[in-house]
């Protein structure tokens, strides 16, 4: 057989094997393709739960100083207000929250501790948002009860403690995406 005649049959099949190896690579991404992905996939997802709640927490921030002034000079009706707008807020947020799809990531550690992360989040704006309810309860009876306030005072620090929370579940979502040391 000539050369010519062995060209003729191995490039077609050197061509062939080039674009099966292409669609491989393609089609199944080496690990490390895979953890950067994941990487920049989280990374939005934690900015993307982090904007959506600022709306909810500065509204529950401008609410503690408002309180304050109303309940001071027994203002219920604006007290009142203010607590529904800050409970309608908040709502928003967490109705915003619970439609974040968890993105697809490198392994399941990561994406559980993503959920964790978003799921923490949004405990802590349900606990806020059943505290505005009882400022509602409250402002609408014209009266503020001790139980009450101790009520809305244990809310307040459950909801303290996820926001101590969303930091670490997110730092466990990163580490679960780092590239494996060799020993």
């Known amino acids: 057989m000539s050369s010519l005649s062995?060209?003729?049959?191995?490039?077609?099949?050197m061509v062939a094997a080039a674009l099966v190896a292409l669609a491989l690579v393609t089609l199944?991404?080496?690990?490390?393709?895979?953890?950067?992905?994941?990487?920049?996939?989280?990374?939005?997802?934690?900015?993307?739960?982090?904007?959506?709640?600022?709306?909810?927490?500065?509204?529950?921030?401008?609410?503690?100083?408002?309180s304050a002034v109303y309940v001071q000079k027994k203002d219920?009706?604006?007290l009142y207000q203010a607590a529904n707008q800050t409970y309608d807020s908040i709502d928003k947020v967490g109705v915003t929250l619970?439609?974040?799809?968890?993105?697809?990531l490198h392994n399941t550690h990561a994406r559980q501790a993503a959920w964790?992360?978003?799921?923490?989040?949004?405990?802590?704006?349900?606990?806020l948002a059943a505290a505005a309810?009882?400022?509602?309860?409250?402002?609408?009876?014209g009266q503020l009860t001790s139980d009450e306030l101790i009520a809305i005072e244990g809310v307040e620090k459950q909801a303290a403690k996820y926001q101590r929370m969303i930091p670490g579940d997110?730092?466990?979502a990163?580490?679960?995406?780092?590239?494996?040391?060799s020993p």
């Open 6 to 13: 062995i060209r003729r049959y191995i490039m077609p099949v």
């Open 76 to 78: 219920f009706h604006a």
């Open 133 to 141: 309810q009882v400022w509602i309860k409250m402002a609408g009876v």
């Open 28 to 66: 199944f991404p080496s690990k490390t393709d895979s953890l950067k992905q994941s990487r920049s996939a989280l990374a939005t997802f934690e900015r993307h739960v982090t904007e959506t709640a600022q709306p909810a927490e500065q509204a529950w921030l401008q609410f503690k100083q408002q």
């Open 174 to 181: 990163h580490s679960a995406l780092e590239p494996p040391t």
């Open 116 to 127: 964790k992360a978003l799921e923490d989040t949004r405990a802590k704006y349900t606990m």
């Open 170 to 172: 997110f730092a466990l």
């Open 98 to 104: 619970a439609a974040i799809p968890i993105p697809k």
